[in-house]
């Protein structure tokens, strides 16, 4: 089944404490991208990649890191968490880049206190 | 303000009614997405599109360039149909890896 995995599903952490989301897709696509989603905000993009190695920001990248050494994977890096990183973040890929239908991960939900 | 504008934000609507939600974005771009994001987080693309219209089943997705505005059609509407409607955009020139958002039409239909 052509999928996007992302884990875990939940997290809760404290300030400071590295931690990094996978993302993970089974459909040979070239575009992966990271969002966060907050109430009154909307989604916002995070950073993207168009290829393997290929790597650039997105709206809000301060406070994240990302790297693509494989096709299929796409992880998250928060090196030290902060509260204002509290939220739902969802992975997705795509053949190519924005221009083609995009699927999304489920999502993974971040508390840090 | 924001690039891309969604109204209504919230749209209660009784069973079988059409529904209209609209789009309108301030920037040149290459394609626009319609997504819908359930009541329990899973986020669907519904229609990529660059011009012209598209149809899905009871969805109808429209795009006038010149204008910059975009209207997601839903015809008899259902209970299931429930959920929040994303627009985002996908400006044009670039590296084609961005998307912009809209905030979102919470959409209920009721039984």
């Known amino acids: 089944e052509a999928q996007v995995t992302q884990n875990p599903r939940y997290l809760i952490t404290v300030t400071g404490k590295k931690l990094t989301v996978t993302c993970s897709q089974n459909?040979?696509?070239?575009?992966m991208s990271w969002y966060r989603q907050d109430p009154g905000l909307g989604l916002r993009q995070i950073y993207y990649?168009?290829?393997?190695?290929?790597?650039d920001k997105g709206d809000v990248p301060e406070g994240y890191k990302v790297s693509r050494k494989e096709k299929r994977n796409f992880p998250l890096i928060l090196e030290s968490p902060s509260p204002n990183q509290t939220s739902l973040y969802f992975c997705?890929?795509?053949?190519?880049?924005?221009?083609?239908?995009?699927?999304f991960g489920a999502g993974t939900r971040l508390s840090v206190l | 303000k924001n690039e891309v504008e969604q109204s209504p934000q919230n749209l209660t609507a009784q069973e079988g009614e059409f529904i209209t939600i609209n789009c309108s974005y301030s920037?040149?771009?290459?394609?626009l997405h319609w997504l819908q994001q359930h009541p329990g987080g899973g986020i669907v693309s519904l229609f990529m599109?660059?011009?012209g219209k598209k149809k899905h089943g009871r969805l109808i997705a429209t795009i006038n360039i010149q204008e910059k505005h975009s209207s997601l059609h839903i015809t008899a509407s259902h209970p299931r149909d429930s959920a929040v409607y994303i627009c985002?955009?996908?400006?044009?020139?670039?590296?084609?890896?961005?998307?912009?958002f809209g905030k979102g039409t919470k959409l209920s239909v009721k039984p």
């Open positions: 985002a955009v996908v400006p044009r020139g670039g590296s084609q890896g961005n998307l912009i």
């Open positions: 459909m040979n696509h070239e575009y």
């Open positions: 599109l660059s011009s």
């Open positions: 920037v040149g771009i290459s394609a």
């Open positions: 997705a890929s795509s053949l190519g880049s924005t221009k083609n239908i995009q699927y």
């Open positions: 990649s168009m290829n393997v190695e290929v790597t």
